[in-house]
């Protein structure tokens, strides 16, 4: 079984400050690819990045970067310089080679403060 | 614009009423999912299917059908047994490729409320 866990409820941060939100998982798979996703209030899902377990470097996009420390076994997401648009829920979600869809943690509520 | 479409946006349901929620998706994906989402929380695997005519339940299928005869099409039922049928359903696919990085891309969401 696959488990995500978030221990975050909720964050603030100030704009165009950094900021980690933290995603902890647990898996027998031996490959698994870790995501984040955003949910705006409006409620769609928006894919953010990407890590799979035997990538060597972190992942990084745009703004965004994924701290894997695979022997902790944690995936924690890093927004850099942050924006008012990026108040929001964020969900930490695994893919493993048994299941073949996401499990999600129960996300963490980011607002930004001007 | 490729994507995927979720309707209605609001459904409304009558105790002992089956409704059921429409998906379409024309990204050619393989693989579609649906997720169910109460208030302040993560999303929970209801069905999902890697091919047509294919399906498995997820963590939470009781109360819930579903049907996959076209590869573009996943529609879910959410049936009279489920007594707690308020929440957001959300609907996705992906291109089931075999490998780890199976994004999934998520349409907009059906909010069902029980009258």
């Known amino acids: 079984a696959q488990k995500i866990t978030q221990t975050q409820p909720g964050m603030f941060v100030q704009e165009k400050e950094a900021v980690t939100l933290d995603c902890t998982y647990d898996t027998s798979d031996q490959s698994y690819g870790l995501f984040w996703y955003k949910q705006p209030s409006s409620g769609e899902m928006i894919f953010l990045i990407y890590?799979?377990?035997?990538?060597?470097q972190n992942a990084t996009e745009g703004r965004y970067s994924l701290n894997f420390q695979k022997a902790r076994k944690s995936a924690n997401l890093v927004i850099s310089a942050s924006q008012l648009g990026d108040s929001a829920m964020y969900f930490c979600?695994?893919?493993?080679?048994?299941?073949?869809?996401?499990?999600f943690g129960s996300g963490t509520r980011l607002q930004v403060q001007p | 614009d490729g994507g995927i479409t979720q309707s209605p946006k609001y459904l409304f349901r009558k105790e002992g009423q089956n409704v059921t929620l429409s998906c379409e998706q024309n990204?050619?994906?393989?693989?579609m999912y649906w997720y169910r989402q109460d208030p302040g929380q993560g999303l929970r695997l209801i069905y999902y299917?890697?091919?047509?005519?294919?399906?498995q339940k997820g963590d939470i299928a009781e109360g819930y059908s579903v049907s996959r005869e076209k590869k573009e099409s996943f529609p879910l039922t959410v049936t009279s047994a489920q007594k707690n049928p308020t929440a957001f359903y959300l609907c996705?696919?992906?291109?089931?490729?075999?490998?780890?990085?199976?994004?999934?891309?998520f349409g907009p969401g059906t909010r069902l409320l029980v009258l």
């Open positions: 990204l050619n994906h393989d693989a």
């Open positions: 890590q799979g377990s035997y990538d060597e």
């Open positions: 299917s890697q091919i047509v005519n294919d399906f």
């Open positions: 979600a695994m893919w493993g080679t048994g299941r073949r869809a996401l499990t």
């Open positions: 996705a696919s992906s291109p089931a490729s075999g490998g780890l990085k199976e994004t999934q891309y």
